[in-house]
Structure formats: C-alpha cells, structure tokens
C-alpha cells in the first residue's frame, strides 16, 4: 500500500474508536464492534475488523468495500470521501495550526495550552472553533469534560471556560456533569457560569441541575427555588430542562407525600407534550421521570398507568432496543424486567460509548441489570456493592427499581 492510503486507513481506525468509545485490543472488542455495526444494518465481520486493527495478522489490503462500510459508519457516503475530508483538514492546519477548527492535529495546540495553564491561548483556540459545522463536537465536548475532571487547577480552568461562549457551551451546557465530583460542577455554575449566563432560562437549568441533585442526595431544597422553576410556562423552554422540571415535580410530589392522583397528573401532562419531540429527545423525559418515581417509591404504582406502561414499550420498540445514552438503560430495565415477560428473550445490550459525564449513573443500572440475571457468587458481590455505591453516587433511585419489581 501507499504511504498515504496506510495513514488514512489509521485515521479511519482511529475514528471509528473515538465513536465507538473503547479501543480494539482483542478479538472480543472485535466481536463486540461487529455487533454494533449489525445495530445500523451495517455487517463486517469480527474476523475482517480483527485483521484490520492488526489482531489477525494479514498482509493484505482491506478491501474497498469493508472501507466503504467503515466510512459510511462514520457518516460519509465512501472511504474516498472520508479520504478528502482528512485531506482537507490537514491542508487547514498546514495554513492555520493554532485554529482548533482546523484538524484533529490542533487537539495537541489545545491539550498543550490546558497542561501549561495557558488560558489565553485555550480560549483563543476555543474560540476559533465552529462546532455548528463540526462533525465532532460530542468528540470535543468529552475531551474538554475529562480534561477539566483531571486538572490540578480545576477553579482557574472553570473560569477561563465561563468566560468564553464556546467554554460555556462545549463544557457547561453540553458536557453537564451528571457525575459532579465533589460538587465541582454545581458550585461552578453559580460560581462561574452564570455570572456570564445571567438570563432566565440559564437560571432555570442551574436551578433545576442543583434541586435535582440536592434531593437525590438527601439534602435540603430551596423551596424559592422551586417556585422559580415552576412557574415557567413550558413552550418557551428547551427539552432538557422541561424534563428536568416534570422529574422534579415527581421528586417534591413524592417526598411531600401528595396523592398519588398528582403524580397521575404530571405524568399525563408529560405524555400530552411527548409527541411534540423526536424520538431521540423523549428518552430524557421518561427517563427521568422513571428515576423520580424509583426514588419516591411510587414506580409500582405509577407502573399501573396504563397510557404510561404503554409509551415506555412504545419508545423501546421504536428504538429498536438500541441503546445510545443512560436513558435507554433505564428504558431497558423496565421492558424487559418489569412490564412484560415476553421482553425476557431480547438480548441485554450495554451502552455504546463512554459518556463519561454520567459514569456513575450507567455503572449503578448495568450493575443493577447484571444483578437480576448474575447467579453467585457474582450476584453476592454486585448485591454487596450496587446500594452503597448508587446511595453514595447520588444515584439511590436505583433501589426503588429492583424493590419495584
């Protein structure tokens, strides 16, 4: 082969293990990918991907047509087009290196800049980026969430984000750190970000963000707050937050023991305003919701909704069991081990991708998942580990799935 087309075919390996979330060391990560691409229709075998990430020793050239696959995974039509796509980055970062929106090599401008606590430089690199014609901002937004996990001197990092518009929307609008170590992430927003987000809707998210997480951690909420949050007229706002208020509607209905007649009614105005969104958003309402019922031990009861029982089957069926965010796992868990016994037979699926941002979360329900099906003496050491760790995670809704089953 060509020097040139060996560094292409590297990119391309490269790239489909930045989508896929882990590295191809083993046959069994082999195996494992074969099955994803089977999720999108899309068959390469595990022998073929072992003999091309250099499992299977094979001196011959991949051909076209497991390329062309590859490269339509990764959303281009063939391998030839992703060819221009990379040469065409390179040729901008041989003209502009320091732009980050020149090239995956400018990452080394960036990481350098964050390690040398340059935050001049890293700004002005953020800046220069146009994520609205990237197609790796998720790619960007996890590699500037770990690096502000991981930095020594996290409060001048925040800061330098908050002060920027891309910082604030490639980290604290986008990454959202469900995880929030040390409550590093729930102090920055008031800290940080919302001296520069002074409108209402940026204080609603801090304001639902924080309730949300004081609650699932057993701590007092603002009550002005709440009155703040509820108050909002839902057409005027973003999915996510809207999902975020119907969860902490459930959460203060449940833990101010209300008739359960109003939670009934919360979840009916959820499913009423469901088919306004995609199919993709609408993962983040029931799945919130599910936690907030899990965690006020009124899942069981809400379970008998019949419209509701109905829309969770409807969202998995539609997805295909395809397991993309948190959401889905959730999802999962309540078709196939809750509702309805014909679900048994489909296969379990993990999530696709790391999404550390909510490392904690997929942990407790893959853990919570696995419990139900390990036999011992595994199912002994989840069952030792899984409360302890979800109550200690802010993640204790997980008890209320598996005593509600």
């Given at each position: ?32 990918f ?81 390690l ?18 990237s197609?790796?901002?998720?790619q ?21 984000l ?30 940080y ?8 809707m ?30 909002f ?82 969202y998995?069926?539609?997805?295909g ?85």
């Amino acid at each position: 082969m060509e020097q040139t087309e060996t560094f292409f075919i590297q990119q391309l390996k490269e790239k489909l293990e930045v989508k896929i979330g882990f590295q191809i060391l083993h046959f069994h990560d082999c195996r494992f990918f074969s099955d994803l691409l089977k999720q999108e229709k899309i068959t390469v075998s595990s022998h073929t991907l072992a003999r091309l990430f250099g499992i299977l020793k094979d001196n011959h050239r991949p051909y076209n047509s497991t390329l062309n696959l590859l490269a339509l995974y990764l959303g281009f039509r063939n391998f030839s087009i992703f060819c221009s796509k990379i040469k065409s980055s390179n040729s901008n970062l041989l003209i502009n290196p320091a732009c980050f929106k020149s090239g995956d090599f400018s990452y080394i401008a960036l990481e350098l800049a964050i390690l040398s606590n340059d935050w001049k430089n890293l700004q002005f690199i953020l800046e220069s980026y146009d994520f609205r014609n990237s197609l790796e901002k998720n790619q960007v937004v996890e590699f500037l969430g770990n690096a502000v996990r991981n930095h020594k001197k996290k409060g001048e990092f925040l800061a330098a984000l908050s002060e920027i518009e891309n910082g604030r929307i490639l980290f604290y609008e986008s990454f959202v750190d469900e995880d929030d170590f040390e409550n590093y992430y729930s102090d920055s927003l008031s800290k940080y970000y919302l001296v520069y987000r002074n409108d209402e809707m940026s204080q609603l998210f801090t304001c639902c963000f924080n309730c949300a997480k004081s609650i699932y951690n057993y701590k007092c909420y603002s009550k002005k707050e709440l009155e703040f949050i509820f108050n909002f007229n839902y057409n005027q706002l973003h999915f996510h937050v809207i999902s975020r208020i119907i969860e902490l509607k459930i959460l203060v209905s449940g833990i101010e023991n209300k008739p359960m007649s109003q939670t009934e009614a919360i979840i009916d105005e959820m499913l009423n305003i469901l088919p306004s969104y995609e199919l993709e958003d609408q993962v983040w309402f029931l799945s919130r919701a599910i936690k907030a019922l899990a965690f006020t031990d009124r899942l069981k009861k809400a379970l008998n909704f019949h419209s509701f029982k109905l829309k969770i089957i409807d969202y998995y069926i539609q997805k295909g069991g395809k397991v993309d965010v948190v959401g889905d796992l959730i999802i999962q868990f309540i078709c196939k081990l809750i509702y309805d016994e014909s679900y048994e037979n489909l296969p379990l699926k993990r999530l696709n991708g790391s999404h550390i941002n909510e490392t904690n979360a997929r942990i407790s329900i893959e853990s919570a998942t696995a419990f139900l099906y390990a036999q011992e003496p595994i199912k002994k050491v989840i069952e030792s580990n899984l409360f302890s760790f979800a109550e200690k995670t802010g993640n204790g809704w997980i008890k209320g799935l598996i005593t509600n089953k």
